[in-house]
């Protein structure tokens, strides 16, 4: 067990829809990533929260929008969604914010189909 | 853009054998990931190195910053080590990690 926990575990929805993911990260980890993994991309990065300022972003659509709140839990906001959004979203959490050089802590991971 | 390369594609063994998986990039970094994705999904942080070489029980990984070339060993290997093993690094300008396609490990007993 990482200590980082996602809700929900699946997720099934239709095109067009709204959907919601929330992550919370270890205790006393600051940084938040949120990470896609689907079966033509493989594992892409999308975008990291530091102590609730956003931190860095990478392949992240601009349907897509994220937030990390007060208590450093962070959610992962995905509208009007494609059949191509299917996959599998990880969150990972941190101490810092140097991510590519620090150990992350990945969460089990939200399995989204939509529909 | 940091293009992450790994090495086989598909590893198939026996029990006992002795593993290496390989993985290349293309841009200069501060540390490399290997990550372990069990069957059911889940990913695990095996190691984090910036140079020489990491132990853990029966797995080691090196990495030679100058040659851009990170290795995955797996010692007497065991059909529970079954997963597909993913590097990642710096991606470059967006500071987050660029992640190697994986490699799928299957250990027959």
């Known amino acids: 067990d990482s200590g980082v926990t996602q809700t929900p575990k699946h997720l099934i929805t239709a095109t067009g829809q709204r959907v919601t993911l929330r992550c919370s990260p270890r205790s006393g980890d600051l940084s938040v990533y949120w990470y896609q993994q689907s079966l033509d991309q493989g594992l892409q990065f999308l975008i990291q929260?530091?102590?609730?300022?956003?931190?860095a972003k990478g392949n992240i659509l601009e349907r897509f929008s994220a937030q990390q709140f007060p208590d450093l839990h962070s959610e992962l906001n995905l509208s009007s969604l494609e059949l191509g959004d299917s996959a599998l979203y990880f969150c990972?959490?941190?101490?810092?914010?140097?991510?590519?050089?620090?150990?992350?802590?990945f969460g089990p991971g939200t399995r989204l189909l939509v529909l | 853009k940091n293009e992450v390369e790994q090495s086989p594609q598909n590893l198939t063994a026996q029990e006992g054998e002795f593993i290496t998986i390989n993985c290349s990039y293309s841009?200069?970094?501060?540390?490399l990931h290997w990550l372990q994705q069990h069957p059911g999904g889940g990913i695990v942080s095996l190691f984090m190195?910036?140079?020489g070489k990491k132990k853990h029980g029966r797995l080691i990984a090196t990495i030679n910053i100058q040659e851009k070339h990170s290795s995955l060993h797996i010692t007497a290997s065991h059909p529970r080590d079954s997963a597909v093993y993913i590097c990642?690094?710096?991606?470059?300008?967006?500071?987050?990690?660029?992640f190697g396609k994986g490699t799928h490990l299957i250990i027959q007993p």
């Open positions: 990972a959490s941190s101490v810092g914010l140097m991510g590519y050089q620090e150990t992350q802590y």
């Open positions: 841009v200069g970094i501060s540390a």
């Open positions: 990642a690094a710096r991606g470059g300008g967006a500071d987050g990690l660029t």
């Open positions: 190195l910036s140079s």
């Open positions: 929260y530091y102590n609730g300022e956003e931190r």
